[in-house]
């Protein structure tokens, strides 16, 4: 049995076939979960701060997971401080809509939406960046290939957990390369036939940074999905674009929808070019696709 005094903190960097690996004292653990987890509600996932007893140089055993600031279940990661949502120029283009969803759930979630356009040398980013920085969120142009480029974005990865999202092939892994010292994630050519990334990243790990911090690399498409809690999220759908609150509350009709309704003091700030019109589709996308979740549908 470990003894009380080789109990640690730290953090699970990367899960695979039941085992934990968690990184403290400069090193990485390899860690069993103590055995009655498997009768409670939580596991451990990657991300979580967890409380784990030494067992050897380089072993241990998670006996207590920490509460979470927040956790995804797509993927399946927890307490994510910031989401870095990359696009590139083509192969595949910005889609807006991919955009202004993945920073509806990041709002969600309580977690900082950062935007980022890689390929700064294949077109004119511009009126993207008009688009992102008026609604409000820190937005950089950036290309992997020039590090000097990089400079401004590398701030908001320090002391702090990030996950990087958005299309396979926009050069998410070039740009964590290309950001730390050290770093040497497996990269791979766009698919021409398919327009986007032949899938390179095959489970979710966190990489400890030179300023401090984690970030992510994540396997999929677009990443970051809401499947939980959806009927929550749909109610709440309207907060999850910030730049549309300050026209929150205007609206003639108490159970106004914000989409086609008179009286709509968000349409009105629409209308006046207040809000971009790309967020308004979006929202009116998105909360089509959520219009027939109901509450018992909805995961708790």
Not at 113 to 130: A, L, M
Not at 136 to 158: H, M, P
Request: with cysteine; net charge neutral.
């Amino acid at each position: 049995m470990a003894d009380s005094n080789n109990s640690q903190t730290g953090v699970i960097v990367k899960a695979i076939s039941g085992f934990y690996y968690v990184s403290c004292l400069n090193r990485i653990f390899e860690c069993k979960a103590r055995g009655n987890f498997r009768h409670s509600e939580i596991s451990p996932i990657v991300g979580d701060k967890v409380s784990f007893d030494i067992i050897s140089h380089n072993s241990g055993v998670i006996v207590e997971i920490l509460p979470r600031k927040s956790a995804l279940s797509r993927p399946l990661i927890a307490n994510i401080d910031k989401i870095i949502i990359v696009s590139a120029f083509k192969n595949p283009s910005p889609d807006t809509y991919l955009i202004d969803r993945l920073t509806a759930i990041a709002v969600y979630n309580n977690i900082t939406p950062v935007i980022v356009f890689n390929k700064s040398d294949t077109g004119d980013f511009s009126e993207f960046e008009r688009i992102y920085k008026n609604a409000g969120f820190n937005t950089y142009i950036v290309s992997a290939l020039f590090r000097d480029s990089l400079n401004e974005l590398k701030n908001e990865f320090q002391d702090c957990i990030c996950a990087m999202c958005g299309n396979s092939g926009v050069g998410k892994s070039s740009l964590i390369n290309a950001l730390f010292d050290g770093f040497s994630l497996k990269t791979a050519e766009v698919s021409i036939s398919l327009g986007r990334g032949k899938h390179t990243t095959r489970h979710t790990e966190l990489f400890e940074n030179d300023v401090g911090g984690f970030v992510a690399d994540t396997p999929g498409f677009s990443s970051i999905e809401q499947r939980d809690n959806l009927y929550d999220f749909k109610q709440n759908l309207v907060r999850c674009f910030p730049d549309f609150m300050p026209y929150y509350g205007n609206c003639a009709f108490s159970d106004c929808t914000h989409t086609c309704e008179p009286g709509c003091g968000i349409l009105d700030a629409l209308n006046s070019g207040l809000i971009e019109k790309t967020r308004h589709l979006s929202y009116t996308a998105l909360s089509g696709e959520l219009k027939s979740v109901t509450g018992w549908q909805s995961k708790k």
